[in-house]
């Protein structure tokens, strides 16, 4: 045997990481992944990128901004940059009271906490609901921050699936069944109702009074998150769930995608006997939300036309929107189908038996076209038929291209799976998290 | 040193984008802390006029796939005249396409895994199975896919039963048009980096690569913990000299220069097999290369900085 000689051994045997056996089980998914690695090649300009749910902000008046900004500072400099309160700044959690009366919501500016992003807010939650191995009910499939704070906080997470009206009630019912039967308990569901990452679809009105009935009837907590909702394309907003139930819903805002998803500036509506809890872990998370950021939010609310800011994003959205599907209308070859969103980010698109999406990634990205592989978006390696595409980012023209390119991938697939067989189609494999920038 | 600058590239659009862009990284602050001014380029739209305009004394390609390994970028810094560390175009063509590399050595005597080479059109127009069954025959299971060219492990897969077969090559066949199907070694692995020198082509210590989940993949690779590596590798003083003799003797048969790094297999038995030459190996924080020069106690920057001189004095 040439290599067990005692010599030499493991005088230079090294790990990389001397941390190695430090690390809690919960760090346990956080490694390198060639499904990351690919979408550092999206991110150059050459790349039509249908991958990254970066909201698109050419629109935003950006010397109005730099002259709010500085005033601040030179009038309010000392409060703008000191620490704040970890409930938010007053001001604005009456603001967004404002906002949130939009789409029905009626909650008491004392029962907000201003947060780091929504993505902050449903950190907190977790934490403050879900010990090691609670189910978690999300929508399948989900956004995958959300999977990924699930994850941290070692949550057992079950999806519940959607039709093109949301979130199916009968489904929800089975799960929690199932859960029941199996003599375990369920904390809470976790939803996005209106036009759903990466879904598309929203939930139908008709269907939210009977979602939250099932939910109260089993005692389970209701999670709304509603970063998407002012983004309807026709202009139409749909009641939030938490304005027909404030007792059982926890309702979760941004203002990532309505203005400015840099300055992080999010929130939870939680019941009264919540908020003590959520303030407390915000503050032991982040002491307080970035004070400047907060009062620039308030400020752009104040003095700035925002529902006509939130119109043009509209009608920019829609376009894009529209670029899309009419290119997968005259694309996609036979066998695919697709969600068709009024609002919102993304398009869900289904492709023919056989296909995995995740294993076609390196060929889409030689053709210079990225897209989100479905199975990152469920925590129990489904989705491997699915993509995610958005359309919030490149312009119209761009879109277009995207998708012819990507519909000469998937023939070419189709074309290997035909040489192969229907035995080439592989089977699932773990879930995969993409990069943060494409959330 | 004086104001004599280089030129790093990285990034560029292969599906190693991203393990360029930290080799670059890596080897840029290794040469500012040997004394050479560095600026680093991505490889885009960009680069050209840059070069033309700019003329750095000396390019260092950290670029890793298509472009930085097949003499595409070679070609171009030799139109320009730009001195650049590495093999020369015409022989990147050659020694990067990984059945060409294997049949020139097996033709001066190296031990290789035995293999075979084909398109995907082959199957699509002689009909898969039979081709794949006939695959099976010649080489046995297990059997070692992986795409005919490229590198970081993207598309390799150990496929262990016939069933598996046709999913791993719509796997590896996602990376390249014609797939490589090699005999599977079981042993260990090794990474050999050979260095020009005064004297010659020279190798640095043999490491060793000991993954925790028994596959070099990606994920084992790129992320810090997951393998184990033995630096010198943990071989008796002949294997050690037969591991090393193959290095040398695969960049001068290739006609390599500056730099390479070959992978091999240690079989149980003590047979060294070559695996596959690289033209820009890997300089991130859990490369090989770098981990040599360290145990040759030869610091990345000098390695390279040195390179940079045998460049600019060609
Ligand atoms: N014939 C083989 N037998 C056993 N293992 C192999 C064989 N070929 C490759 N491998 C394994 O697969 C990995 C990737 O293969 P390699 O040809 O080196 O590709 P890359 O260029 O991506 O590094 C190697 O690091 C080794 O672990
Ligand atoms: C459904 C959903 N929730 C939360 C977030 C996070 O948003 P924020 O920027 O407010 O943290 C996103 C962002 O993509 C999202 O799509
Ligand atoms: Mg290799």
Redesign the interface.
């Known amino acids: 045997m040439s290599t067990s000689g005692p010599l030499p051994d493991r005088l230079g045997a090294r790990s990389l990481d001397p941390h190695l056996g430090r690390y809690a089980a919960r760090a346990e998914g956080m490694t390198a992944s060639e499904v990351r690695a690919l979408f550092a090649v999206a991110s150059r300009p050459e790349v039509v990128s249908l991958a990254g749910g970066m909201p698109n902000l050419a629109a935003l008046p950006l010397d109005f901004l730099s002259d709010q900004i500085a005033s601040i500072v030179a009038d309010d400099g000392l409060v703008a940059l000191q620490y704040g309160s970890a409930h938010g700044i007053p001001l604005l959690r009456e603001q967004i009271c404002e906002v949130m009366a939009l789409e029905g919501v009626t909650g008491h500016p004392d029962d907000l906490v201003v947060t780091v992003g929504s993505q902050m807010a449903l950190d907190l939650v977790t934490r403050i609901f879900i010990d090691p191995g609670d189910i978690v009910l999300a929508e399948g499939p989900s956004y995958v921050g959300a999977l990924g704070t699930f994850a941290s906080y070692q949550a057992d997470v079950r999806h519940v699936v959607m039709d093109e009206h949301g979130l199916v009630p009968e489904a929800l019912r089975a799960a929690l069944a199932a859960a029941a039967q199996a003599g375990r308990r369920v904390k809470f569901l976790y939803t996005i109702p209106n036009f759903n990452n990466p879904a598309g679809v929203t939930l139908a009105v008709a269907r939210r009074a009977e979602v939250l009935d099932i939910c109260a009837r089993h005692d389970v907590l209701v999670i709304e998150d509603n970063p998407y909702g002012l983004l309807g394309f026709d202009g139409q907003v749909y009641p939030a769930l938490r304005s027909m139930d404030s007792d059982n819903v926890i309702y979760l805002g941004s203002f990532s995608k309505t203005f400015a998803s840099g300055l992080r500036v999010g929130w939870a509506l939680a019941p009264h006997a919540v908020r003590e809890k959520l303030v407390l872990a915000a503050e032991s998370a982040a002491l307080c939300a970035p004070t400047l950021n907060q009062m620039v939010v308030s400020r752009y609310l104040a003095t700035h036309d925002w529902k006509g800011q939130i119109k043009s994003f509209q009608t920019m959205y829609r376009d894009r929107r529209d670029a899309l599907l009419a290119g997968l209308e005259q694309h996609m070859p036979a066998g695919c189908s697709w969600t068709r969103p009024d609002g919102g980010f993304f398009v869900w698109l289904t492709v023919p038996e056989g296909v995995d999406t995740k294993a076609m990634q390196p060929r889409a990205v030689t053709a210079r076209v990225a897209y989100v592989p479905g199975t990152g978006f469920y925590a129990d390696g489904f989705g491997s038929r699915q993509m995610r595409l958005s359309f919030c980012y490149p312009p119209p023209e761009r879109i277009t291209e995207g998708v012819r390119r990507l519909a000469g991938v998937l023939a070419d697939e189709l074309d290997l799976l035909r040489t192969f067989g229907p035995t080439a189609s592989r089977s699932l494999s773990g879930p995969q998290t993409p990069a943060p920038d494409t959330a | 040193m004086s104001d004599r600058w280089v030129a790093v590239l990285a990034?560029g659009?292969?599906?190693?984008?991203?393990?360029s862009?930290r080799s670059g990284r890596r080897v840029s602050a290794a040469l500012r802390q040997s004394g050479v001014a560095v600026e680093e380029w991505d490889a885009?739209a960009s680069l050209l006029p840059k070069l033309r305009e700019h003329r750095p004394d000396a390019v260092v390609i950290a670029l890793h796939g298509g472009e930085g390994e097949n003499g595409s970028i070679q070609t171009i810094l030799e139109l320009l005249g730009i001195p650049y560390v590495g093999t020369d175009a015409g022989t990147c063509r050659r020694a990067w396409d990984k059945p060409t590399a294997k049949a020139e050595l097996r033709r001066a005597g190296v031990l290789t895994p035995d293999w075979v080479v084909l398109p995907?059109s082959a199957?699509?127009e002689l009909g898969?199975?039979p081709v794949l069954d006939a695959m099976v025959e010649r080489l046995g299971l297990p059997m070692m896919l992986k795409p005919d060219q490229g590198g970081?492990a993207?598309?390799a897969q150990v496929v262990r039963s016939a069933?598996e077969l046709?999913?791993a090559?719509?796997?590896s066949?996602?990376?390249s048009d014609a797939v490589l199907a090699e005999q599977f070694i079981d042993?260990?692995e090794v990474a050999v980096t050979v260095v020009d020198g005064p004297g010659g082509p020279e190798a640095l210590p043999a490491v060793e690569i000991a993954p925790a989940s028994g596959v070099y993949d990606?994920?084992a690779?790129?992320?810090?913990?997951?393998?184990?590596?033995?630096?010198?590798a943990?071989?008796?003083d002949?294997?050690a000299a037969k591991v090393a003799e193959l290095a040398v003797s695969a960049h001068r048969l290739l006609g390599l220069r500056d730099v390479s790094r070959t992978d091999a297999v240690?079989s149980?038995t003590?047979e060294v097999y070559f695996i596959e030459v690289n033209l820009s190996p890997g300089l991130t924080?859990?490369s090989l290369l770098p981990m040599a020069a360290e145990?040759a106690g030869r610091s990345l920057g000098s390695i390279y900085a040195g390179l940079v001189d045998r460049a600019i004095a060609r």
Not at chain 2, 13 to 19: G, K, T
Not at chain 2, 221 to 232: D, I, K, Q, S, V
């Open positions: 990034g659009l292969s599906h190693e984008r991203d393990v862009l885009d995907q199957f699509r898969a199975q970081s993207l598309g069933a046709p999913t090559m719509v796997g066949l996602a990376y042993g260990v990606y994920t690779r790129y992320t810090a913990g997951l393998t184990t590596f033995h630096t010198p943990r071989l008796d002949a294997t240690v149980a003590g924080e859990t145990a």
